[in-house]
């Protein structure tokens, strides 16, 4: 079946150090690719998407690129901040209209 | 624009009451998804609505547990009785059309404390 495989946590980095969380997946189809963020006592925010192979989403300094080849849409960011602090969950939307949370990665950013 | 709005924030009560938590979903949003988060099983999938009718409650854990969606702009999830294991947080979240290209937003989620 269709499932999202994530970076086991807790990341722990010092600021301005370069970020990477792993994410894989498996599906049927075409199906679209997300990460989202979820702070401290507060739901999830879509962070970024990508919609189809190549595709490249970005925000707030974060990309993720769609990679069809090696089933992967992994997390970076070239310089973390404090703020960044927070659990990112990688996920998938398939054309069954189901969604896949991968089991989330939790990232500290020490000053 | 309102996001997904969630009611209680915070829920406490004891085993055997029951629990209703509600759900206004983003206008114009046609399906509408509950979900429960624990840290021992993450982000889990309850039941999800298209334009009101439940299509899919495979996950919602036992006969205890019952969600309704009356109208487009609302939605409860109900525990009776409740139980300790219940305690978690339990998001709401609305996503606009059919397609898989459109993402899902979430509600503040509600946490629940049976003790």
């Known amino acids: 079946g269709d499932s999202v495989t994530q970076m086991e946590g807790p990341v722990t980095l010092s600021e301005e150090a370069f970020l990477t969380i792993n994410c894989t997946y498996t599906?049927?189809?075409?199906?679209?690719l997300f990460w989202y963020v979820q702070y401290p006592g507060e739901g999830l925010q879509l962070l970024l998407k990508?919609?189809?192979?190549?595709d490249k989403g970005s925000n707030k300094g974060f990309e993720a690129t769609y990679r069809k080849e090696t089933t992967s849409f992994h997390l970076e960011k070239g310089s973390v901040q404090v703020s960044d602090s927070a659990v990112y969950f990688c996920?998938?939307?398939?054309?069954?209209?189901?969604?896949?949370f991968g089991t989330g990665t939790s990232l500290t950013v020490i000053p | 624009d309102a996001g997904v709005i969630q009611s209680p924030r915070h829920e406490v009560t004891e085993m055997g009451q029951e629990v209703t938590l509600r759900c206004k979903p983003i206008?114009?949003?046609?399906?509408l998804f509950w979900y429960r988060q624990t840290m021992m099983r993450g982000l889990e999938l309850l039941i999800y609505?298209?334009?009101?009718?439940?299509?899919?409650d495979s996950g919602m854990p036992e006969d205890r547990f019952s969600a309704k969606m009356p109208n487009a702009s609302f939605s409860t999830l109900k525990i009776q009785p409740s139980e300790p294991r219940d305690s978690a947080v339990y998001f709401c979240?609305?996503?606009?059309?059919?397609?898989?290209?459109?993402?899902?937003?979430f509600g503040e989620g509600s946490r629940l404390t049976v003790l």
């Open positions: 979240a609305s996503s606009p059309f059919y397609s898989r290209a459109g993402e899902l937003f």
């Open positions: 599906a049927t189809g075409y199906p679209s």
């Open positions: 990508a919609t189809k192979a190549d």
């Open positions: 996920a998938l939307r398939t054309g069954g209209n189901q969604f896949y």
């Open positions: 206008s114009g949003h046609d399906y």
């Open positions: 609505f298209n334009n009101n009718v439940p299509i899919d």
